[in-house]
T-cell receptor
Framework: GEDVEQSLFLSVREGDSSVINCTYTDSSSTYLYWYKQEPGAGLQLLTY?????DMKQDQRLTVLLNKKDKHLSLRIADTQTGDSAIYFCAESIQGGGNKLTFGTGTQLKVEL | EAGVAQSPRYKIIEKRQSVAFWCNPISGHATLYWYQQILGQGPKLLIQ????????DSQLPKDRFSAERLKGVDSTLKIQPAKLEDSAVYLC????????????FGDGTRLSIL
């Protein structure tokens, strides 16, 4: 079955790196996504990775995928106060019609 | 490029009343999704349309929820009658419809049931 898990909360100091982790159970995942949600807003697509890749870098964001362990991480370099938000990972399943299964979200708090 | 538009942003109703939400996807996007996001949880898919046809409505509580996309563009989601547990944010998303193209979300409608 499909299940995506994340830790609930992460606190970092401004300027440090943040690492948000996600585990999933379905081995037929094709794409894995990271979305950001600020208070009162919808979900903003940050980045996504195809399941046959193990790393993707996009400016301050680095996505690492360990397909053997079904583990996905999002690293944010030089974390800023504007990065404070809830971060969701999501997977789409082969043959699932692009349906996304989301984790419960990780609330990132950036302190001065 | 204009994003996904949703209205209203907020709605407060009493239980057993009815409510409707509207969504206009990104221009040219064939696939439209409605999600329910309960406080403290990730979004859960309610229904997926491809043009004006339903692809997946397996998680839609059909005794009270309905949705349509008659002309294959904008869509409405209705709840009748509402229950207390329907309090949530209802998010609309769209994608081009090509395999594994990312979904883009609107800001959602926050529904409170009294």
């Amino acid at each position: 079955g499909e299940d995506v898990e994340q830790s609930l909360f992460l606190s970092v100091r401004e300027g440090d790196s943040s690492v948000i982790n996600c585990t999933y159970t379905d081995s037929s995942s094709t794409y894995l996504y990271w979305y950001k949600q600020e208070p009162g807003a919808g979900l903003q697509l940050l980045t996504y990775i195809f399941s046959n890749m193990d790393m993707k870098q996009d400016q301050r964001l680095t996505v690492l995928l360990n397909k053997k362990d079904k583990h996905l991480s999002l690293r944010i370099a030089d974390t800023q106060t504007g990065d404070s938000a809830i971060y969701f990972c999501a997977e789409s399943i082969q043959g699932g019609g692009n349906k996304l299964t989301f984790g419960t979200g990780t609330q990132l708090k950036v302190e001065l | 490029e204009a994003g996904v538009a949703q209205s209203p942003r907020y709605k407060i109703i009493e239980k057993r009343q009815s409510v409707a939400f509207w969504c206009n996807p990104i221009s040219g996007h064939a696939t439209l999704y409605w999600y329910q996001q309960i406080l403290g949880q990730g979004p859960k898919l309610l229904i997926q349309f491809q043009n004006n046809g339903v692809v997946d409505d397996s998680q839609l509580p059909k005794d009270r929820f309905s949705a349509e996309r008659l002309k294959g563009v904008d869509s409405t989601l209705k709840i009748q009658p509402a229950k207390l547990e329907d309090s949530a944010v209802y998010l609309c998303a769209s994608s081009s419809g090509q395999l594994n193209q990312p979904q883009h979300f609107g800001d959602g409608t926050r529904l409170s049931i009294l």
